[in-house]
């Protein structure tokens, strides 16, 4: 009932506010101070320029102040949206019809009842409680992220339009239907790792255009009914990991898009129990691994045939396997489970494995002649996956697998292998791919790959090899080689002989020292090569003299001190290099010439100069790791622009890895004109100079962390105005005062976090008007009410999300310390006796004042008739005399366009034109007040050109002359009056008398910076506006002036 009067309270100022519009003081006082709640975040600016303007009369003085204190007050309570933006807008009004006696009384009285209609109409926040929204380029889509929360439900608070919803890892005991109501763009919904062990029927009903739906790890027994009604688009379904024992037989109807279900790892033990799903029309993969089904039969399915392509049945104790129809007939990817001794294998028809392409077969203690059935039963097979089966291949079971027709791709991971003879592989001479990853092989005998001529992918990674087996040598067409994660110590000369057709080569994670130039003279075509994490410390001439088609090169984690000039000299096709160290090595200047087309580098050298990256024209992307202590920098680091030979970067990383700070230089990024990242971690000993981004224009990711940055001054983000992420934490950061001043428009996401905050002033994110994303987490907060303002923008603001907030703990006072910042009451910090005092007497003397308040309202209306009377009898008196017009036009203008007017208007109007004009200081009458003059100016010539700039606007007697020849244009209603606006200026800006010109007669409105080049267009305007008659018309825009002109 409350809200009601405060409403109809509201609407009856509104109306007197709209029957007051028309009084001068109100167009001039509102022109002055107050602003709409569109452009609040301008409020400071624009009233710097209006105060001089309001001025002129001492209560549109009062007025402005008032507004001042209106606006600090709004602050306080954090007017963002349209209805405290209303409520402010009434309060000027109200303030500027009274007299300024009981300003603040009414003031106090206004704010008390729009801070109860806020607290009693709670808004809803976008700072989730226990959940965070994902930062996203794309706005529209909303990522709610809620993992590790300890969450025992889903939380209330989940925007309506996200469209993944991550709960992973919580305590979740249970879904019920209300928890997910309303979220019906809902695509992703993550319920992995909590307790979760019922779901009622119906939970996911409105979730109508879910498409992935996660159940990870819960303690389900039972799948329902109706547990996944309207669940219509669902694509994806995983109940992994859960003690499910039954399905019930309409479960899984509702899904007739479903497309992959994962079911493994459940205590499911009858095949005719998931029946029903082979039934859906889109089901494309079904993962039924480490269940305790016991017999797969084709007599439990549905008659009609699947459209299955993928069935998992691995680590199930079959006993019996049946095929009697033909009910795969797509099935093209086949896990076949672990089988028992007794095991049965029955196909009445080898074509009802006929689109088998991919078999998997693991541990068993089945026969081998029932694995020979098994291979026999699948002659298209293309790629066959033989683990944990060491005593049958030594039985021969490889060769009866290569005797598939189709057979191109082997894998004979996890077999513990130790060696490989003649016979195991004699068979598979069509096998193109062969994976021996994975086992304890140390040796290869030269003929161990003999008959294998068609070889192009071999991995022989996590082995014990000692060496590069000779059993490679020799083949041609190997493509792909993986040597890593072995004990090789050394490469030999022919270790790759003949391998020319080898084009990517892994021997990372090995125990390689030394790279002889030889080592790599064969491959001619080789474009990848991984030999990171080894102990190289000598290069020898390797890269001088081959691998000239050379791609990737990852050299990461080696032992070498020193690169030379011309030790990459071959290497004219590289694209990707890595020569980062866990140690700082010298590097000499122009290394990396002749690297012309890498795009990727990183770095580890004991200093970063100007000469080092000469040679690197088409660089985009560089990481610098310093790891070498302070005394090993050289100085010239300080004294030239190391990346200046790099135009085309547009990321660079540097990271300091040693206590040791330096003074970096504001040269530092000079000449990176394309750069778009700059990562700094730890590099800072101070604030960065003002002059550091002056280079780099378009920038638009910035991160500088765990540095020094106290004193930061905003002039460091002036030269970057298209900053879209801000990286600033742990940098001891103590106040945000440089946000107001940085030009950080475009910030769409901030992190701030592990600072030194304690208060925060709210207003500074009014400046940053883009920012969607903000992390203030680990930061020592003070809960008192020096935040109060901040908290309040936390909880009510709807673009910035503040990430956490609900988490963030008070460190001071002492005694609120490990207290959540955001339960801090802040109505604690107002709501005191001494103001409810204040508020009682208040309201008794707003009723009092009523009477008089009519009396004021009344009184500027009467005023207003008696001076609209007075120009009346003027007028008259002129009209009866017959008095002529002296002049053409009278020009309005300020004394600082003066110049203007004399060196452009002058010679073309009065000089070419012919016009006679009217001047201020040549034509008024010395002697003579001026009030007068100007209307003797005005009334005796046949038009007024006001010459408006922003001086013009800020000055009083102008602002007299235009108010004049305003009631000229109104009294007599003819096309008297010409606007020249001299600057681009924008509406806002504009005082309301320009704004009830434009409303009353959109004619002859001219702009100077619009006309460009083309001045005799624009003066041929005003001799047509001058030309015109007096006859009023509806024409053209504000700005841009009469149409067609």
Not at 432 to 461: G, H, I, W, Y
Not at 747 to 757: A, F, G
Not at 798 to 810: G, P, R
Request: hydrophobic letters at 40%; proline letters at 3%; one cysteine or more.
């Amino acid at each position: 009932m409350f809200n009601i009067q405060v409403l109809l309270l509201s609407l009856l100022l509104l109306k007197l506010f709209r029957r007051y519009h028309s009084t001068t003081m109100y167009f001039e006082c509102t022109a002055g101070s107050c602003i709409s709640d569109d452009t609040w975040s301008e409020q400071e600016m624009i009233r710097a320029e209006a105060e001089e303007e309001v001025s002129v009369r001492g209560d549109c003085s009062q007025f402005s102040s008032a507004c001042s204190v209106m606006s600090l007050a709004a602050r306080q309570i954090n007017c963002v949206n349209s209805l405290e933006g209303t409520w402010l807008f009434l309060s000027c009004i109200i303030t500027a019809a009274m007299g300024s006696w009981f300003l603040i009384l009414l003031q106090s009285f206004l704010l008390f009842l729009l801070s109860v209609l806020l607290h009693s109409n709670p808004s809803l926040a976008y700072a989730l409680k226990n959940c965070t929204i994902s930062y996203s380029h794309n706005r529209t889509e909303v990522w709610v992220e809620c993992i590790h929360r300890f969450l025992t439900a889903i939380p209330d608070d989940i925007p309506h339009n996200a469209i993944s919803l991550d709960l992973k890892s919580n305590q979740i005991l249970r879904i019920n239907r209300r928890e997910l109501s309303g979220l019906s763009e809902l695509r992703y919904l993550n319920l992995n790792e909590n307790k979760i062990s019922r779901i009622e029927d119906g939970a996911f009903a409105d979730l109508v255009q879910l498409r992935n739906l996660d159940v990870d790890l819960n303690n389900l027994t039972s799948v329902t009914d109706n547990m996944f009604q309207g669940l219509s688009k669902l694509v994806h379904l995983s109940l992994y990991l859960n003690q499910i024992t039954s399905i019930s037989p309409l479960a899984f109807q509702p899904l007739i898009s479903l497309q992959r279900l994962i079911l493994r790892f459940n205590n499911l033990y009858q095949i005719s129990h998931i029946a029903p799903v082979f039934r859906l029309p889109k089901l494309y993969e079904l993962d039924l691994a480490q269940n305790n089904f016991t017999s797969f039969q084709s007599d439990d399915l549905p008659v009609n045939a699947s459209n299955l392509r993928t069935l998992n049945l691995n680590t199930n104790q079959l006993r019996k396997f049946s095929l009697t129809r033909d009910v795969f007939p797509h099935l093209e990817s086949f896990h076949l489970p672990e089988c028992s001794g007794d095991f049965e294998w029955g196909i009445s028809n080898k074509t009802f494995l006929r689109s088998v392409k991919h078999l998997y077969l693991s541990e068993t203690t089945v026969s081998f002649e029932i694995y020979s059935m098994m291979l026999q039963s699948v002659d298209s097979v293309e790629y066959l996956s033989l683990a944990f089966m060491k005593t049958l291949l030594n039985e021969g079971l490889v060769n009866i697998a290569c005797q598939r027709p189709a057979l191109t791709t082997l894998s004979l991971s996890y077999n513990f292998v130790g060696s490989i003879n003649e016979t195991l592989l004699q068979r598979c001479s069509g096998v193109t791919d062969l994976d021996l990853a994975a086992n304890v092989l140390t040796e290869l005998p030269e003929v161990s790959f003999r008959s294998m001529k068609q070889l192009r992918r071999l991995a022989l990674n996590q082995n014990r090899l000692t060496r590069v087996p000779l059993a490679i040598r020799g083949l041609s067409t190997l493509e792909i080689l993986k040597l890593s994660d072995n004990f090789i110590p050394e490469l030999g000369c022919s270790d790759f002989q003949a391998l020319t057709g080898l084009r990517e080569l892994y021997l990372n994670h090995n125990r390689i020292g030394i790279l002889r130039g030889c080592v790599f003279q064969d491959l001619n075509d080789l474009k990848i090569l991984h030999i990171g994490h080894n102990a190289i410390n000598i290069f020898d001439d390797t890269f001088k003299v081959s691998l000239q088609n050379l791609q990737v090169l990852n050299l990461h984690s080696n032992d070498f001190n020193k690169l030379s000039k011309g030790d990459f000299g071959n290497l004219s096709s590289l694209r990707y290099l890595d020569v980062e160290s866990d140690t700082f090595y010298v590097a000499s200047d122009g290394v990396f010439e002749g690297l012309d087309n890498l795009q990727t580098l990183s770095v580890s050298p004991s200093s970063y100069r100007e000469g080092l990256f000469t040679g690197l024209c088409h660089l985009e992307n560089l990481m610098v790791h310093q790891r070498s202590d302070q005394s090993s920098i050289v100085s010239e680091q300080n004294d030239e622009p190391p990346f200046s030979s790099l135009p085309f970067l547009k990321r660079l990383m540097i990271k300091n890895y040693n206590k040791y700070l330096c003074e970096i230089s504001k040269s530092l990024l000079r000449g990176l004109h394309s750069l778009e990242l700059f990562s700094a971690q730890q590099l800072f000993i101070e604030a960065p100079h003002p002059d550091t981004f002056t280079n780099t224009p378009h920038l638009k990711n910035l991160q500088i962390i765990q540095s020094n940055l106290e004193g930061l001054k905003p002039e460091l983000f002036r030269p970057i105005p298209n900053l879209q992420g801000l990286d600033l934490s742990r940098n001891q950061l103590r106040c945000l005062d440089f946000l107001t001043q940085a030009n950080l428009s475009a910030v769409r996401w901030m992190t701030l976090s592990h600072n030194e905050l304690t208060v925060i002033n709210e207003t500074v994110f009014q400046f940053l008007p883009a920012l969607t994303y903000l992390d203030l987490s680990g930061n020592p907060f003070t809960c008192d009410c020096s935040n109060t303002g901040f908290i309040q923008w936390v909880k009510n603001n709807k673009q910035t999300q503040v990430v956490n907030a609900y988490q963030y703990v008070c460190s001071f006072p002492l005694s609120k310390q490990g207290t959540k910042l955001l339960d801090f009451d802040i109505q604690s910090c107002w709501m005191d006796v001494g103001f409810l005092c204040f508020i009682s007497s208040s309201c008794l003397v707003v009723l009092t004042l009523l009477s008089s308040f009519i009396y004021h309202f009344l009184r500027w209306q009467l005023v207003y008739a008696f001076h609209l009377f007075l120009a009346f009898l003027y007028d008259s008196r002129r009209r009866r005399k017959g008095v002529p017009h002296h002049y053409d036009a009278f020009i309005s203008y300020n004394v600082h366009d003066e110049a203007w007017v004399f060196s452009q208007m002058l010679p073309v109007l009065e000089g070419e034109q012919g016009w006679r004009l009217c001047l201020h200081h040549r034509d008024f009458q010395p002697g003579k007040p001026i009030i007068e003059n100007i209307t003797d100016a005005i009334y005796g010539s046949r038009k007024t050109i006001c010459v408006i700039s922003r001086r013009y606007l800020q000055s009083e007697w102008c602002s007299r002359e235009i108010q004049m020849a305003s009631f000229r244009l109104f009294d007599e209603q003819k096309d008297v009056l010409i606007l020249l606006f001299l600057e681009e200026i924008p509406t806002r800006q504009l005082s309301p008398y320009y704004r009830m010109r434009k409303l009353v007669k959109r004619r002859t409105y001219l702009s100077w910076p619009q006309a460009g080049r083309h001045t005799g267009v624009f003066w041929q305007n005003v001799q047509r506006a001058l030309e015109t008659g007096d006859t009023p018309t509806e024409t053209s825009d504000l700005l841009t002036g009469p149409a067609g002109h």
